[in-house]
């Protein structure tokens, strides 16, 4: 009995001496503190998945890209609403390409191409790149349109008659001084742009939200119609590639706008 009552003894005093590790405690209470914090269960990311699938990806925001509530209030006469059929963008496509414009992009392009980084954010993709590129192969096709025409060499400034060198002469030179004669950024002016734009209806489909609702042009609605111009040149480059875009810049802009 003596030898019992003595092991149980040391037993005791070996649990009450056994150094605890700190950091377990801690553990412990950061877990316990977080059972507590929230008690609701974890979300699967299935769902994401699913709706991923179910909408195409320019008709709704991320799940992910979504704060948790909203930090500035909802002023419902504040609200922009910009159009979301499908059916009104293909027909723009149709009246600014021409038959069969709205299958020269796909769906995807067609809707990046004329949303703007104002629109929700810049959370469903912006034109910027596109407008990039297509403002390159615009201004490229506008000097080649200035180089070769026949107008602007008839209507050419007179060289300095005080100059007595002979200019070096070829007829493929002919219309160089076109380009310094006919500054670009008049040619191709956010204003002329603009006007071709609305002409085929781009301000009812194109996705952007004005500073002031009451005051569109204090918005810049015509730098932003040339920058949707510009978008769709570049989205036509990336799919169907330079020869196609070279052709729709010279017919759908360029013509209209009385340079060819």
Same mark, same amino acid.
């Given at each position: 009995?003596?030898?019992?009552?003595?092991?149980?003894?040391? %037993?005791?005093?070996?649990?009450?001496?056994?150094?605890?590790?700190?950091?377990?405690?801690?553990?412990?209470?950061?877990?316990?503190?977080?059972? %507590?914090?929230?008690?609701?269960?974890?979300?699967?990311?299935? %769902?994401?998945?699913?709706?991923?699938?179910?909408?195409?990806?320019?008709?709704?925001?991320?799940?992910?890209? =979504?704060?948790?509530?909203?930090?500035?209030?909802?002023?419902?006469?504040?609200?922009? =609403?910009?159009?979301?059929?499908?059916? $009104?963008?293909?027909?723009?496509?149709?009246?600014? $390409?021409?038959?069969?414009?709205? %299958?020269?992009?796909?769906?995807?392009?067609?809707?990046?191409?004329?949303?703007?980084?104002?629109?929700?954010?810049?959370?469903?993709?912006?034109?910027?790149?596109?407008?990039?590129?297509?403002?390159?192969?615009?201004?490229?096709?506008?000097? $080649?349109?200035?180089?070769?025409?026949?107008?602007?060499?008839?209507?050419?400034?007179?060289?300095?008659?005080?100059?007595?060198?002979?200019?070096?002469?070829?007829?493929?030179?002919?219309?160089?001084?076109?380009?310094?004669?006919?500054?670009?950024?008049?040619?191709?002016? =956010?204003?002329?742009?603009?006007?071709?734009?609305?002409?085929?209806?781009?301000?009812?489909?194109?996705?952007?939200?004005?500073?002031?609702?009451?005051?569109?042009?204090?918005?810049? $609605?015509?730098?932003?119609?040339?920058?949707?111009?510009?978008?769709?040149?570049?989205?036509?480059?990336?799919? =169907?590639?330079?020869?196609?875009?070279?052709?729709?810049?010279?017919?759908?802009?360029?013509?209209?706008?009385?340079?060819?």
């Amino acid at each position: 009995m003596s030898s019992k009552s003595t092991g149980r003894i040391l %037993q005791v005093v070996t649990r009450r001496v056994r150094p605890a590790c700190e950091c377990a405690r801690a553990t412990n209470a950061r877990a316990s503190l977080i059972r %507590q914090f929230s008690r609701s269960p974890a979300r699967p990311d299935v %769902q994401y998945e699913n709706d991923n699938a179910e909408r195409p990806r320019w008709s709704y925001t991320p799940e992910q890209m =979504k704060a948790p509530y909203r930090w500035r209030i909802k002023n419902p006469a504040a609200q922009w =609403k910009c159009n979301s059929d499908p059916e $009104l963008l293909d027909q723009f496509y149709i009246r600014f $390409l021409g038959r069969g414009g709205d %299958q020269m992009l796909t769906e995807e392009a067609k809707w990046l191409a004329i949303t703007h980084k104002s629109f929700d954010q810049g959370r469903r993709g912006f034109n910027d790149r596109l407008a990039f590129f297509g403002r390159r192969i615009l201004n490229l096709q506008t000097n $080649l349109a200035l180089l070769h025409s026949p107008t602007a060499t008839k209507t050419q400034s007179l060289p300095d008659t005080s100059d007595d060198r002979t200019p070096f002469t070829h007829p493929a030179l002919e219309g160089l001084a076109n380009l310094t004669d006919v500054p670009l950024a008049e040619v191709l002016s =956010k204003t002329r742009l603009a006007g071709l734009a609305k002409a085929n209806g781009m301000q009812e489909i194109m996705r952007w939200t004005p500073r002031d609702l009451h005051n569109l042009n204090h918005s810049g $609605l015509e730098l932003i119609l040339a920058h949707t111009t510009y978008a769709i040149i570049g989205a036509i480059a990336l799919q =169907k590639g330079g020869d196609v875009a070279a052709k729709v810049a010279r017919e759908k802009v360029l013509k209209p706008l009385g340079i060819s």
